[in-house]
């Protein structure tokens, strides 16, 4: 089995596909909380016909390694584990591809790495960034670690896994949402908790990094699911603060935008691609920017 290891000696287990393997710009995808490296078969199957694709699985989540430290699992960690795929494979600049977790993860590799990161795909990204919710999600994030270590990774994969962002898939496509379920309940129990409590239940909201996200120069297509409540506004915040950012929001579709909706995604993400890498997606012209606008006096 293929790994990368870390700079802390972290093993990733990680899969990769693609007919020109030596050729184009490389796709890194990085996976959400509920997911692991399989959630991205779609996409590895219909984009690695154009592209080199590689899909790992995060520290915690098997195959990888499960650090026993449970201070090992802070978002930075995470953030370094994606650099450090990419120098295991000796690639230098990659568009990535990351959902939730993994869209936070790749928008810090860009802050942190911007000459590494040649474009990036921000699905479902920001949930708890809303400042009045950032809280109650860190908590929530706590709570939900105790319970993997409690119960186990079957028992969430009924509840956490059966959230409302979540039912949009289960209520579109049910032999889908089962092997996602089937897949979450797999998950090593005490790796999710501490991803749980040190990436989920510490990470900064998005809007500590504006002033940084501002700066960037890197192209980025953001997706968002119009059922996904938790992530619409930071989308909407993204393509606000990012200046070569365009916006996808897919109808009837929650969190799961990779999986609910795979050829359209597949569609959007190909084309986003394709447009980078020759060179036509810049940023936005400031004529097309509208003035803002004044509430009406009273």
């Given at each position: 089995m293929p790994y990368a290891i870390t700079s802390d000696k972290v093993r990733l287990y990680y899969e990769e596909v693609g007919?020109?393997?030596?050729?184009?710009?490389?796709?890194?995808?990085?996976?959400?909380?509920?997911?692991?490296?399989?959630?991205?078969?779609?996409?590895?199957?219909?984009?690695?016909?154009?592209?080199?694709?590689?899909?790992?699985?995060?520290?915690?989540?098997?195959?990888?390694?499960?650090?026993?430290?449970?201070?090992?699992?802070?978002?930075?960690?995470?953030?370094?584990?994606?650099?450090?795929?990419?120098?295991?494979?000796?690639?230098?600049?990659?568009?990535?591809?990351?959902?939730?977790?993994?869209?936070?993860?790749?928008?810090?590799?860009?802050?942190?790495?911007?000459?590494?990161?040649?474009?990036?795909?921000?699905?479902?990204?920001?949930?708890?960034?809303?400042?009045?919710?950032?809280?109650?999600f860190h908590k929530n994030a706590q709570a939900l670690a105790l319970t993997f270590e409690r119960e186990g990774a079957a028992a969430v994969a009924k509840t956490y896994g059966n959230g409302p962002s979540r039912v949009p898939f289960a209520i579109k496509d049910a032999r889908g949402f089962a092997e996602f379920t089937r897949m979450l309940s797999e998950h090593d129990a005490q790796g999710s908790a501490n991803v749980s409590r040190g990436f989920q239940g510490a990470r900064p909201s998005l809007y500590d990094f504006e002033s940084e996200i501002r700066k960037l120069a890197t192209p980025a297509l953001i997706v968002v699911g119009d059922e996904d409540e938790r992530c619409i506004e930071p989308s909407l915040f993204l393509k606000q603060t990012i200046a070569a950012s365009g916006l996808v929001m897919m109808p009837k579709t929650g969190h799961l935008v990779n999986l609910e909706e795979p050829d359209l995604f597949n569609q959007a993400v190909g084309d986003f691609l394709a447009r980078v890498d020759a060179g036509s997606w810049g940023p936005r012209d400031p004529r097309s920017i509208a003035p803002p606008t004044r509430p009406h006096s009273r």
């Open positions: 007919q020109n393997t030596g050729q184009g710009t490389p796709v890194l995808f990085v996976h959400e909380f509920a997911g692991d490296h399989r959630s991205w078969e779609p996409q590895l199957r219909e984009l690695g016909k154009h592209f080199r694709c590689i899909a790992y699985a995060a520290r915690g989540y098997t195959p990888s390694d499960v650090p026993s430290d449970k201070q090992a699992y802070t978002y930075r960690h995470v953030m370094r584990d994606c650099v450090g795929v990419l120098d295991h494979l000796k690639i230098d600049q990659v568009h990535i591809v990351g959902l939730s977790m993994g869209g936070y993860t790749t928008l810090q590799v860009a802050l942190n790495h911007p000459a590494r990161v040649r474009s990036m795909v921000l699905a479902g990204t920001g949930s708890g960034s809303e400042r009045w919710y950032t809280e109650q």
